[in-house]
């Protein structure tokens, strides 16, 4: 099973990623989460992928879609499937990944939006705090992180991300909405689109998605 997590930055795909993948078994590939990695590894990767994430800027289609052809063509992946969380986000990005599923026999089997309105996402991004080592996530109202800033999880410190600074959210929101957003029609029209409230609690999306994807 292939199934893509669509949504604004800070509508709660990579907590709800996280979630469905321990329930449903197969590989979550995160392609911000694979940035990051690379970024704190200083790989040529990272050093490339740098400058676009600190302007809140999209990484070129070219890298991001080598970067994920390959970890599709993974023996984990051919077995199981997997779940794409912040890929594809433009439409040429879709299209190769539509390229690399149709050369091994498999399709997207659905495209879930979590849908959250900008007003929403600015304070719950510019609050978020995540752990460096395994990405717990925190708000510093809603949900606030222990004051020693040490993952409970993980024991990894507990950190802001240089992209979740305001100037950087706004540049976000304009790219999802001008680049990314336009996916929701696209996997609509291919009868594939489904729609969640990302809005509310996080249980409640969460056995939403579950009912969807059972
Ligand atoms: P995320 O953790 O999904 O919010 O991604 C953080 C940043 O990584 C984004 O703002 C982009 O700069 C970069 N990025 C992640 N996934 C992609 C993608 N599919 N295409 C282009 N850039 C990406």
Known sequence: MIVILLGPPGAGKGTQASALVKRLGFPHISTGDIFRANLDAGTPLGLEARGYMAAGELVPDDLVVRLVGDRLSKPDVREKGALLDG??????????LEGFLTAQKAAVDACVLLDVPDSALVERLSG???????????????SPPPAD????????????????S????????????DQTSPLADWYKSRGLLRVVDGQAPPEEV???LAKLLA
Do not use: M, N
């Open 87 to 96: 890929f594809p986000r433009t439409v040429a990005q879709a299209e190769a």
């Open 128 to 142: 978020r705090r995540v752990c460096r080592g395994c990405g717990q996530g925190w708000h510093v109202s809603f």
């Open 149 to 164: 800033l040490k993952c409970p999880r993980c024991g990894g410190p507990i950190y802001q991300r240089d992209d979740d």
């Open 166 to 177: 305001e100037a950087t959210i706004k540049s976000r929101l304009g790219v999802y909405h």
């Open 206 to 208: 969460g056995a939403a």
